[in-house]
DNA sequence: ACCTCCCGCCATAGG
DNA sequence: CCTATGGCGGGAGGT
């Protein structure tokens, strides 16, 4: 192991010499100019810390004294090292006199562990960079030069430039060699990162884990629902997503496949934008990000490892500014937990290619949709290779042409661009989504055990009220008001996404399409796409699962997609060829299937509906080729079914949710299997479907599109739920009774309802309502903390987001700070 | 005593 | 083989 702490002597001094010999080497003089903080300082306390055991840290120092370490030791790594230090250093020759300089002299010189945090290199090292490059000038990072200019090790950057990259911000040319884009694609990645993180129901994810944990701290007893009801995550093995626009320059030199700390900030990052207080425990991330459907017993160092990961990533977009860290407090006790204040992330804005021309240079366009698919495809893994496959390409092609079609219609997108929005958060709290998705989680829960319905009912009734009529329409970006993106036409229509099976994905609103990858592990991927519909298909037995999309306007490309899978569920991966017959056979096959699975069983038994559908629903990842075509989903998008679909609000969010929201079991097993089972290919979901859950129903159309304050009242929510029988009247109020009326469960996730209002951007305040009001602070407003979580010990609040109400009652969560 | 998380060993990918 | 990357987890500083 490393023994280079406790054996100062032997060891030590090889290892000094490489990373001492680099760091140190290192000139001070860029040093200080990019840190004041003791550049010429710090380089020697570098040299003394760095012995490895023996610090020369004062209280090092006096460890050393007392244990009597050989001082020589100490002497000779030092001499063997400052020969290649700076000049200052040679100054001194008495490498004696030199560290006791430093010890004594700089006490604070000594890189306190603070100082050395990543988040603080990190800092330095955008300091180096604007958040907005000049894009013509060419912004090139060189590694070396910057760990020497930083004077750190190089390992540290890549840290920083990993979690960079994910964000693309950076993106890498070639060995060595990055280029640094700023925050010009930040929006842009943060809402397809939304995205993905909607799509993969991470939101539920986390609903899921929390309820999980807070099931288990009541009652152990309670493990019945079935083997299945626990443990099955949805999780699924993202990939790195990437944008349209950056893959090129990157794909080059792509090196590791895996890219496991990009992709474990991606998802961390994704965890913000979906939940809705953008509070995000540590320990609910890592064992998302862990992700498997590991049996409870969590890895204890998996989880560690994990966790140590996230403080990485975490110190890393602290100092970009996107989170903050927080307590999220809970009966046990406080918990880690980072809070997202970076830019809010509209539901999605076409991504008009930033790039110079609008027009649809097909040929760049369609091949960058390619490539796009075609890396999304791969899985991290690796070992599945499904590189560019067929089908995919095709279905590309298809979408482009569709999306030329409906571009070109005058209502096509104008061509925001994505990239400039970062100062600002154009975007607009889709809070209604959110909470039609958190209202029908709760709901679902409650045939379960009496205990959790309480507490879910509580919070529900909660968020119901607090479930604003905004539209987030509202936002005066010029963005919006020109260009509705791709989801007004489809806004048309009063929503139904509700209706949505669990099955569906969420996307359906986003009109992005996707491709489908199947976690290796579950069996074989698939691939299709479909902005549409995804239904899927799993066995439960097998955990397999399939998630199909359909497109009513690519059905051809569906079709080949259908092939293939056909195969894909018996079988492995491999390029079938494409035959039309097949999807039928693959639909009798998943008929099959859901004949078989689980579902049946659930639909008697309503309890764990979520669970079942975790259950079909293993891991499927669909990967949004959104991106490639920019367009163009839009304009698959537009299937009737779909605009039954999606939410009507153009600007709105609100259909995000869709896919979020669980499905009561009634609704699942009711409707929307037996749709699947009908019509794989052209899957509607049936206007009856809606009715059968007539709350969501009720969530859904408050998001109508224009008007915000048509939401339809807290009170009438409430009514609704009590009425299906899902709430007992009195649930509305404080369950809590510490929390107060409003009170929440301790847990993070309660608290998000209120932290929603919040987060509500100021210019989206007209559109709150009453409902709102509710949880205004009585001071007026103030700075919105959410409420779960307080603000930083330094008192900063949001600034950022710029939230005027302060929520009643605080669930507690301290900073950090405090505590 | 737990929370953070720095440090750097060492396996891999890439060349 | 050598270098660049980066997974990983020990264990130490902080509170």
Known sequence: LNNQSENPSSEPHKLMLKTPLKQAATSNSVLSEIQNQAGSLLTPP??????????????????????????????????????????????????LHVSFYF????????????????????????????????????????????SEELNVERRRIYDIVNVLESLHMVSRLAKNRYVWHGRHNLNKTLQTLKKVGEENKYKQQIQLIKRREYEQEFELEDEKTGMVTTHTSLNTDLCFVELPGMEFRAA????????????????????????????????????????????????KSKFKTKIRRLYDIANVLSSLELIKKVHVKEERGR????????????????????????????????????????????????????????????????????????HSAPSSPTKKSTTDSDPNPSSFPSKMAQLAAICKEQLEEPSRQLKKMKMKLTQTTMQCKLASPVKSQAEPVPSSSQTPSLVEPLGVLPVIHNSMSPAMLPHAYSGVS???????????????????????????????????????????????AVTEDGNFLIAKEKEVTKNDNISEKCLKRSQAL?????????????????????????????????????????????????????????????????????????EVTAVNFPAFHITPLKLMVPPSSVATVPVANGVSFNSSPDNPSQSPSSSLRNFTLQHLGLISPGMQ?????????????????????ISENSTVPETSEMC????????????????????????????????????????????????????
Not at 60 to 81: D, G, H, V, Y
Not at 119 to 133: A, E, I
Not at 734 to 752: K, M, R
Request: glycine share 4%; net charge positive; charged share 20%.
């Open 594 to 666: 859901l004949e078989n699975s689980p579902i049946k069983k659930y639909k008697g038994n309503e309890k764990n509906l979520e669970d079942a559908l975790v259950t079909l629903f293993p891991s499927v990842y669909l990967i949004p080729l959104a991106h490639c075509t920019q367009l163009g989903n839009e304009a698959v998008f537009y299937s009737k079914e779909k605009a039954a679909m999606c939410s009507s609000e153009p600007g709105t969010y609100s259909s995000s949710i869709a896919g979020l929201l669980p499905v009561t079991t009634s």
């Open 252 to 299: 080059s030199v792509n090196s590791r496949k895996d890219k496991s700390l990009r992709v474990m900030s991606q998802k961390f990052v994704m965890l913000f934008l979906v939940s809705t207080p953008q509070i995000v425990s540590l320990e609910v991330a890592a064992k998302i990000l862990i992700g498997e459907d590991h049996v409870e017993d969590l890895d």
């Open 733 to 753: 109020v404080s369950a809590n009774p510490i929390l107060g009326p409003a009170s929440v469960h301790p847990e993070t996730e309660h608290v998000s309802p």
């Open 768 to 819: 709150q309502t009453t409902t709102e009001n509710f949880f205004r602070t009585p001071g007026g407003p103030t700075k919105n903390s959410s409420l779960a979580v307080s603000s930083d010990s330094k008192g900063v609040d949001e600034i950022s987001q710029g939230t005027k109400f302060v929520p009643q009652r605080k669930l507690e969560v301290s900073t950090e700070a405090k505590l």
């Open 514 to 560: 996707y491709a489908v990858y199947l976690h290796p592990s579950q069996g074989q991927t698939m691939t299709t796409y479909s902005p549409t519909f995804t239904l899927q298909c799993v066995s439960c037995a097998n955990m397999t699962g399939i998630k199909t999309s359909l497109d009513a306007n690519s059905k051809a490309l569906l079709n080949d």
């Open 103 to 146: 010890s004594l002299t700089n006490c604070k010189s000594q890189p306190s562990r603070k100082e050395k945090s990543l988040g603080l290199l990190c800092h330095k090292f955008l300091v180096r960079y604007p958040n907005f490059p000049n894009t013509a000038e060419n912004n090139e990072i060189c590694l070396d030069e910057v």
């Open 335 to 406: 918990k880690p937990a980072f809070k997202w204040i970076g830019p809010h992330i509209l539901p999605y804005t076409n991504p008009v290619p930033t790039t110079t021309t609008i027009v649809p240079s097909h040929s760049v366009e369609c091949k960058s949709a390619k490539e796009q698919c075609s890396k999304n495809l791969f899985p991290s893994r690796g070992k599945q290779s499904f590189t560019r496959h067929p089908s995919l390409m095709k279905l590309v092609k298809t979408i482009e042409s569709d999306r030329r079609k409906i």
């Open 46 to 95: 570098k040299l003394n810390e760095t012995s490895p055991g023996d610090p020369w840290t004062p209280t090092a120092n006096l460890k050393i004294l007392i244990s009597a370490a050989s001082p020589e030791i100490r002497n000779r790594e030092q001499k063997k090292r400052w020969p290649d230090g700076p000049s200052e250093v040679l100054e001194a020759k008495n490498y």
